[in-house]
C-alpha cells in the first residue's frame, strides 16, 4: 500500500523536553510538508521541503526543527522552545512542490504536553 | 495575505437532506480550491477542487460551485450519508508557496 505513514499516534512530553515525530511516505513524493492544527483553526504550515536536504520555513516555524536526508522521510522535532506545542501535527506530501494543490495526509501525531 | 473563513461551525442535517457548506477566501489572485474531509483523529482527504475559470465542478455525490465575483465557494453532498460526518475544509492556493486552509466545518448527520 502507498501512502503516508506517521507515528507515534499518541505522544506524551514533559515541559521541557524535546520530542521527534516520524513521516515516512512512499509515494516517491518529492515534497513534503508539517502543519499543525488547533481546534477551531484551520491547518498552519510549520516547515516544508520541496527536495532532498533542502527545507523552508512555513507560517510557524518558531520552536520546531526539521531534516530531509532522504527522500522519504521528514521528521519534525518539537523543542523545549515552543511554547505552546499541544497540538495534532500532520505531515503530507506530493509529487513536487508546484504540485502541492494535490497533497496526501498522513493520519497525524497528537502531541500533549503534561 | 489569504484569510479562509467558512461561515458555520457546525451544520446538522437529515440523513437523506443535501448539506451545503459555505467558504469564503480574501485573494482574488486564487487560482485553485480544494475541499477535504477529515474524519476523528484522521488526516484529511482530498474531495473535489476546481480552477478559478470554472464557475462549477461535479463528483459522486458531491459538487463545488465557485463565485469569484463575491469570494465564496461552497461544498454540496448531496443524499447526505451517515459516513458523511466530519469536519469539511477548503484550502486555497494562491500560487505562492504554500496553501491556506479555512478553520473548516464540521457535518453532523442524524439518523
Known amino acids: 500500500d502507498g501512502g503516508i505513514t506517521q507515528s507515534p499516534k499518541y505522544l506524551f512530553r514533559k515541559e521541557g523536553q524535546n520530542v521527534t515525530l516520524s513521516c515516512e511516505q512512499n509515494?516517491?513524493?518529492?515534497?513534503m510538508y508539517w502543519y499543525r492544527q488547533d481546534p477551531g483553526q484551520g491547518l498552519r504550515l510549520i516547515y516544508y521541503?520541496?527536495?532532498?536536504?533542502?527545507?523552508q520555513k512555513g507560517d510557524i516555524a518558531e520552536g520546531y526543527s526539521v531534516s530531509r536526508e532522504k527522500k522519504e522521510s521528514f521528521p519534525l522535532t518539537v523543542t523545549s522552545a515552543q511554547k505552546n506545542p499541544t497540538a495534532f501535527y500532520l505531515c503530507?506530501?506530493?509529487?513536487?512542490?508546484?504540485?502541492?494543490?494535490?497533497?496526501?495526509f498522513g493520519p497525524g501525531t497528537r502531541l500533549t504536553v503534561l | 495575505g489569504e484569510s479562509v473563513g467558512l461561515h458555520l461551525p457546525t451544520l446538522s442535517v437529515q440523513e437523506g437532506d443535501n448539506s451545503i457548506i459555505n467558504c469564503a477566501y480574501s485573494?482574488?489572485?486564487?487560482?485553485?480550491f480544494i475541499w477535504y474531509k477529515q474524519e476523528s483523529g484522521k488526516g484529511p482527504q482530498f474531495i473535489i477542487d476546481i480552477r478559478s475559470n470554472m464557475d462549477k465542478r461535479q463528483g459522486q455525490r458531491v459538487t463545488v460551485l465557485l463565485n469569484k465575483t463575491v469570494k465564496h465557494l461552497s461544498l454540496q453532498i448531496a443524499a447526505t450519508q451517515p459516513g458523511d460526518s466530519a469536519v469539511y475544509f477548503c484550502?486555497?492556493?494562491?500560487?505562492?508557496?504554500?496553501?491556506?486552509f479555512g478553520s473548516g466545518t464540521r457535518l453532523q448527520v442524524q439518523p
Open positions: 503530507a506530501s506530493s509529487m513536487t512542490l508546484r504540485d502541492r494543490s494535490t497533497q496526501y
Open positions: 484550502a486555497v492556493d494562491t500560487g505562492r508557496r504554500a496553501l491556506t
Open positions: 485573494n482574488s489572485a486564487s487560482d485553485y
Open positions: 509515494l516517491n513524493h518529492d515534497a
Open positions: 521541503s520541496q527536495i532532498v536536504n533542502d527545507f
